[in-house]
């Protein structure tokens, strides 16, 4: 990770405020095995009441933790506000095009999901990006606090 990299961490206050003012997300790499990480972030995104749309080109089910499947991003019917990423860094530039040409505000990378051309793309497009953090782990954190 580079120095430059740094001008995508956000203060706790930052993603709390993109939390609470994100409805819908759709879960790039969303795994139908409830062994994966991605499986239980979707599970507690449901619980939180957000509206999500896992993603899983490969998923032959219709849901994955209570979530209906798509292919793509480009195949959700509806407007997504913000897209998590559970795939490899890179692959976060081109999600980042997707995900701005869908008309959603935040791109999120899962942990030690991170580039920087991403979130540049994004960033220069208007979407607010966060790197390298984890929605359910926030959550935590405000159970803690």
């Given at each position: 990770m580079s120095d430059t990299w740094a001008r995508y961490r956000r203060t706790d206050q930052e993603v709390d405020e993109i939390l609470r003012s994100v409805k819908t997300i759709a879960v790039v790499g969303?795994?139908?095995?409830?062994?994966?990480f991605s499986y239980d972030v979707i599970r507690v995104l449901l619980e939180r009441?957000?509206?999500?749309?896992a993603v899983n080109p490969a998923a032959t089910l219709e849901h994955i933790a209570g979530a209906p499947v798509y292919a793509s991003l480009s195949g959700i019917p509806h407007p997504i506000d913000m897209v998590e990423v559970f795939r490899p860094s890179a692959e976060l530039p081109s999600v980042a095009v997707q995900a701005i040409e869908?008309?959603?505000?935040?791109?999120?990378?899962?942990?030690?999901?991170?580039?920087?051309?991403?979130?540049?793309?994004?960033?220069?497009?208007?979407?607010?990006?966060?790197?390298?953090?984890?929605?359910?782990?926030?959550?935590?954190?405000?159970?803690?606090?």
């Amino acid at each position: 990770m580079s120095d430059t990299w740094a001008r995508y961490r956000r203060t706790d206050q930052e993603v709390d405020e993109i939390l609470r003012s994100v409805k819908t997300i759709a879960v790039v790499g969303a795994s139908a095995n409830p062994n994966k990480f991605s499986y239980d972030v979707i599970r507690v995104l449901l619980e939180r009441g957000y509206d999500v749309a896992a993603v899983n080109p490969a998923a032959t089910l219709e849901h994955i933790a209570g979530a209906p499947v798509y292919a793509s991003l480009s195949g959700i019917p509806h407007p997504i506000d913000m897209v998590e990423v559970f795939r490899p860094s890179a692959e976060l530039p081109s999600v980042a095009v997707q995900a701005i040409e869908m008309g959603a505000r935040v791109l999120w990378g899962q942990l030690d999901v991170y580039d920087e051309r991403a979130g540049d793309t994004a960033v220069a497009a208007g979407l607010q990006v966060v790197m390298d953090r984890c929605p359910k782990i926030e959550f935590q954190r405000w159970e803690r606090e």
